[in-house]
């Protein structure tokens, strides 16, 4: 059988989505008869290739008590600190002519509640990127004399991995500069399963997403004062802009 064998390893597929590649992909294969053949074969995004042993990899063999041969496969983080999708498959043939790969693990069987090693596709992604916020109805540091109403657009885009949530801040202040004070207001828009009721505080954001992506709109009411808008836009994997 071939299974994950640390945590670090774990919280990548767990997670899919991952900024960080601090630790080595640590995988574990135990076999009662010895592997005479085996291969580790990677895929970023489209391009796949095979890994190469004792550079991009290293193996160690063990023998335990009841005479099982346990394999661990080590990647290193080199080969996966890039931003993109991956996918890595083990696979291997012993002396009996038995065949084992990780390709076989499926992620149905994960989805059964089950956390158990060696459940899991070794599949996540990398991504380091922010999104960009995108605002057209009004200018930064300018000042609308005419005390009108305004009505904005927030276009949040993440070419990556896509935008998870929107948090949007308001403030109102006789300074320009801003202030220290907590936000008058606060809503962030987030998506909901479908088993899951819409909190007014935070507006269902697939009612804001169409064909071109997402767009929301925003009213600001007419005010002696200066108005303050911080827009932070979050991606699955923790990355953040602020506007």
Request: aromatic fraction near 10%.
């Amino acid at each position: 059988s071939i299974g994950i064998s640390n945590s670090p390893t774990m919280t990548y597929i767990r997670r899919y989505f991952n900024r960080e590649t601090k630790d080595p992909l640590v995988i574990r294969e135990i076999n009662p008869s010895p592997v005479e053949e085996y291969s580790v074969t990677m895929r970023k995004d489209s391009v796949q290739r095979v890994l190469q042993p004792g550079r991009e990899y290293k193996r160690t063999v063990e023998l335990d008590e009841e005479g099982k041969h346990s394999y661990l496969y080590e990647i290193a983080c080199p080969v996966f600190e890039k931003e993109g999708n991956y996918s890595f498959v083990i696979s291997s043939r012993d002396s009996a002519g038995n065949e084992n790969s990780t390709a076989q693990v499926m992620q149905e069987e994960a989805a059964g509640g089950r956390l158990s090693v060696g459940l899991f596709p070794i599949a996540f992604c990398i991504d380091r990127t922010p999104p960009v916020n995108r605002i057209t109805g009004i200018r930064s540091d300018v000042q609308y004399v005419r005390g009108d109403e305004l009505e904005i657009s927030i276009f949040p885009e993440d070419a990556q991995t896509g935008v998870e949530s929107v948090e949007l801040r308001f403030w109102k202040s006789p300074f320009a500069a801003g202030t220290d004070a907590a936000p008058e207001k606060i809503l962030k828009y987030r998506y909901y399963g479908e088993k899951e009721t819409p909190d007014p505080v935070h507006p269902d954001l697939g009612l804001y997403t169409g064909e071109k992506g997402i767009e929301i709109p925003v009213h600001l009411d007419g005010s002696d004062q200066w108005q303050i808008l911080e827009i932070i836009t979050t991606d699955p994997a923790g990355n953040e802009s602020r506007d």
